[in-house]
């Protein structure tokens, strides 16, 4: 007897999920179906000057999940190995319509309170609820754009000129309702070795200044001084200070920010990690190093390397606390053909 289709989605992911392989699930009755994509990769005219086409990727020219390739079986159980103590610290930010947002994104929240009105017409109605044990609830409405908070981004999120990770085309990922390739759902859960490089503790300052570039010497001093080495697989936090900002003084929030340079995203790939982020709304320095080149370092890493993001993390306690390696876990809601996701990441020890 043949599975059903339902049966097929649990058992391609039985056993998959924290393991790190990406696997999309098969549409069935009422879901949103994905044409197959046209193929414009062979045609690489177009592209801005001095570019050249930059894939197939490392890993594969149909590769849709890039350097979260690094996160084997192996690094997970080594993960698992560094939970000592059982305590665990909340990276993720409290989302609400104050929130600091990028120009152009919002968030919205609204309470339904109707179930109160219709519970109490329905024929077995008793009191101020449905049935004699007088239930109701509440739901919300929301309306907003998934870039907003403590969030994970799609390495579909950024192009060069019209080009995809893996070169792409937005003619040819880009649908009504979404990216048909690249989409979040694609996305993994995430479970490896975390790493918090505090250059914000090297530099001697509470919050590094607007603009600041870090450094590969930065990097390299400070896991120096922490004593940490990284290995393929890990996701680097980087702790500049600048979310003590957030939901503060969200006007200075926003005016820039310090971060990673171009020359030290390129090391860290070269390291082989998962995933890196930070306690600022984008990741890079803003401004950044070249002025005519805006956001080049999370243009290079989606576009280029395929190497995931995180924006908005809540580093301060790691940084309070001194603990600089510990298990990671992220986990994220899969919806269809999204360029972001919102994220309730975690530090355990």
């Not at 008793?126 to 929301?142: D, L, Y």
């Not at 003619?171 to 070795?193: A, C, Y």
Request: aromatic share 8%; glycine share 12%; charged share 20%.
């Amino acid at each position: 007897m043949r599975p059903t289709a339902a049966q097929m989605v649990v058992l391609r992911w039985s056993g998959a999920a924290l393991l790190g392989l990406a696997v999309a699930a098969p549409c069935v009755a009422g879901e949103q179906s994905a044409s197959a994509p046209s193929d414009s990769r062979n045609d690489t005219s177009g592209l801005p000057d001095g570019v050249s086409p930059w894939w197939p990727s490392r890993y594969g020219a149909d590769d849709q999940i890039g350097t979260l390739n690094e996160i084997t079986p192996a690094v997970v159980r080594r993960a698992a190995e560094l939970v000592k103590r059982g305590s665990v610290i909340d990276l993720g930010r409290v989302l609400d319509e104050n929130a600091p947002k990028f120009p152009g994104r919002y968030w919205h929240q609204t309470v339904d309170v109707s179930a109160y009105s219709s519970n109490a017409r329905r024929t077995d109605a008793v009191g101020k609820g449905w049935g004699r044990n007088q239930i109701n609830w509440i739901t919300e409405i929301q309306a907003g754009t998934f870039q907003v908070g403590t969030q994970l981004d799609s390495i579909g999120h950024i192009q060069i000129g019209d080009r995809f990770y893996n070169g792409w085309s937005v003619k040819d990922l880009v649908e009504p309702w979404g990216l048909s390739r690249l989409g979040i759902e694609t996305v993994p859960p995430i479970v490896t070795r975390g790493v918090l490089i505090d250059v914000a503790a090297l530099k001697g300052v509470e919050r590094l200044p607007r603009g600041y570039v870090i450094s590969v010497a930065d990097l390299q001093a400070a896991l120096k001084k922490q004593g940490v080495a990284l290995a393929s697989g890990d996701a680097v936090l980087v702790h500049t200070g600048w979310g003590g900002l957030y939901g503060k003084d969200n006007e200075q929030f926003l005016s820039g920010e310090p971060g990673v340079g171009l020359s030290a995203i390129e090391w860290l790939y070269e390291k082989r990690i998962a995933v890196t982020g930070a306690d600022t709304w984008s990741y890079g320095a803003v401004p950044g190093e070249d002025e005519q080149r805006p956001f080049l370092v999370p243009q290079t890493m989606y576009v280029k390397m395929g190497l995931f993001g995180l924006e908005n993390l809540a580093t301060e306690e790691l940084a309070r606390r001194g603990i600089y390696e510990f298990m990671f876990s992220l986990s994220h809601a899969r919806t269809r053909g999204s360029t972001a996701a919102v994220i309730a990441p975690a530090a355990i020890y």
